[in-house]
């Protein structure tokens, strides 16, 4: 088991092709996008917390109008309960409902500084669309009467403003850039592994390798093992060099490495068990790797790597934990956003640890290392 181990890590350290896609491009996406999309994901503020809707209980038409000038304010049918739910939910910075001379403001407490603005807007926008219609009126109402008789009654008093804190429902933080893209393609490309797995056990064959191992007597089961444990050791590797990476080029913190380190483990049992299972199956390597790549980058799509989750309609969000990748990403990231450690992300261990133990039996069951001998 051992020198085949050997022999294999050797090779592929050697093989610029290995180092490149398991070092090189995933080190590059993750920094050119990390740096090209930095504030795309707002510092980890969802876009649509921007919208602010607006709930006409008894309508103010020049309110109406003035309020509705302001970006992001958008006129809903559904009443206030709705409005301070998104509030609540943190699908909305904030809510205006109006009710005739009453302007009520319901805001997040987790955005002060925000809602502060928002509030000085709303009130000045007020003002100054509410002078304007009283000075269309009072215009109108000069030729018909007296000037003092209307300054008396031609100017209706000015809207009450008054705004109220909204409790908001505990949400996991949305990553940034960087905890977005040094997990995603972390993950990413250690699935690449599967197609690294089924090169080695396919050029073995042509190189005429395996059969002479067989030749040696050497049991199956000390043949996969020591074919799978390099493999297995660059995924450790690969991760450790990604993680560094942001750490020290972004500034990515990193509050439990133990974790980390347990979280990649499990996933790099996944993803050779994975690389066996599509190894089990070809007939030929370029079949094989076909395979492999197609799903690497699919599951990855699928899986969350790319796009953040929040960004993702809900059924896109289902359909990530029916992936590993889509585990791994929630595991990665519940210990890079939220500091959690192994107590809280250990669901998501096990079932990376079952995805591969699935992966490892099926293969297994059809797996002969004949078939790739031969």
């Given at each position: 088991?051992?020198?085949?181990?050997?022999?294999?890590?050797?090779?592929?350290?050697?093989?610029?092709?290995?180092?490149?896609?398991?070092?090189?491009?995933?080190?590059?996406?993750?920094?050119?996008l990390t740096a090209a999309l930095g504030?795309?994901f707002g510092g980890g503020t969802p876009?649509?917390?921007?919208?602010?809707?607006?709930?006409?209980?008894?309508?103010?038409?020049?309110?109406?109008?003035?309020?509705?000038?302001?970006?992001?304010?958008?006129?809903?049918?559904?009443?206030?309960?709705?409005?301070?739910?998104?509030?609540?939910?943190?699908?909305?910075?904030?809510?205006?409902?109006?009710?005739?001379?009453?302007?009520?403001?319901?805001?997040?407490?987790?955005?002060?500084?925000?809602?502060?603005?928002?509030?000085?807007?709303?009130?000045?926008?007020?003002?100054?669309?509410?002078?304007?219609?009283?000075?269309?009126?009072?215009?109108?109402?000069?030729?018909?009467?007296?000037?003092?008789?209307?300054?008396?009654?031609?100017?209706?008093?000015?809207?009450?403003?008054?705004?109220?804190?909204?409790?908001?429902?505990?949400?996991?933080?949305?990553?940034?850039?960087?905890?977005?893209?040094?997990?995603?393609?972390?993950?990413?490309?250690?699935?690449?592994?599967?197609?690294?797995?089924?090169?080695?056990?396919?050029?073995?064959?042509?190189?005429?390798?395996?059969?002479?191992?067989?030749?040696?007597?050497?049991?199956?089961?000390?043949?996969?093992?020591?074919?799978?444990?390099?493999?297995?050791?660059?995924?450790?590797?690969?991760?450790?060099?990604?993680?560094?990476?942001?750490?020290?080029?972004?500034?990515?913190?990193?509050?439990?490495?133990?974790?980390?380190?347990?979280?990649?483990?499990?996933?790099?049992?996944?993803?050779?068990?994975?690389?066996?299972?599509?190894?089990?199956?070809?007939?030929?390597?370029?079949?094989?790797q076909n395979v492999a790549t197609l799903?690497?980058?699919?599951?990855?799509?699928?899986?969350?790597?790319?796009?953040?989750?929040?960004?993702?309609?809900?059924?896109?969000?289902?359909?990530?934990?029916?992936?590993?990748?889509?585990?791994?990403?929630?595991?990665?990231?519940?210990?890079?956003?939220?500091?959690?450690?192994?107590?809280?992300?250990?669901?998501?261990?096990?079932?990376?640890?079952?995805?591969?133990?699935?992966?490892?039996?099926?293969?297994?069951?059809?797996?002969?290392?004949?078939?790739?001998?031969?």
């Open positions: 088991m051992w020198p085949i181990a050997m022999k294999d890590f050797w090779i592929y350290l050697r093989d610029r092709g290995t180092i490149v896609n398991l070092f090189v491009l995933p080190l590059m996406f993750a920094v050119v504030g795309v876009a649509a917390t921007m919208k602010v809707p607006l709930v006409l209980e008894q309508p103010n038409p020049a309110v109406t109008q003035a309020v509705q000038r302001l970006p992001g304010v958008v006129l809903t049918r559904e009443g206030a309960g709705a409005a301070r739910s998104a509030v609540a939910s943190g699908s909305a910075l904030a809510a205006i409902v109006v009710r005739g001379q009453h302007v009520m403001i319901w805001q997040s407490p987790t955005e002060p500084a925000t809602a502060s603005l928002f509030r000085g807007a709303v009130a000045s926008a007020i003002s100054a669309g509410v002078s304007r219609a009283d000075l269309a009126t009072l215009i109108a109402r000069i030729g018909r009467t007296s000037a003092g008789r209307t300054l008396a009654a031609g100017l209706s008093p000015m809207p009450a403003v008054t705004h109220l804190a909204v409790g908001v429902t505990r949400q996991a933080p949305h990553p940034s850039a960087v905890e977005q893209y040094v997990p995603g393609f972390t993950v990413a490309f250690l699935f690449f592994i599967a197609a690294t797995i089924v090169q080695s056990f396919f050029s073995e064959r042509e190189r005429g390798t395996m059969a002479r191992i067989r030749v040696a007597s050497t049991s199956p089961r000390a043949i996969l093992a020591g074919k799978l444990i390099p493999t297995f050791a660059m995924g450790i590797i690969q991760a450790v060099v990604m993680f560094a990476a942001g750490h020290w080029l972004f500034g990515l913190a990193l509050p439990n490495p133990a974790a980390l380190l347990a979280v990649t483990v499990a996933i790099s049992v996944a993803a050779n068990g994975l690389g066996l299972l599509v190894t089990s199956y070809a007939r030929t390597q370029s079949q094989a799903l690497v980058f699919l599951l990855a799509a699928v899986g969350g790597c790319y796009v953040p989750r929040f960004y993702m309609p809900p059924i896109m969000r289902s359909l990530a934990l029916a992936t590993p990748q889509g585990w791994a990403m929630r595991a990665y990231q519940a210990i890079l956003l939220q500091g959690q450690g192994l107590g809280h992300v250990w669901p998501n261990l096990a079932v990376l640890m079952g995805f591969g133990l699935v992966f490892f039996v099926v293969a297994l069951l059809r797996f002969r290392v004949d078939q790739v001998a031969a």
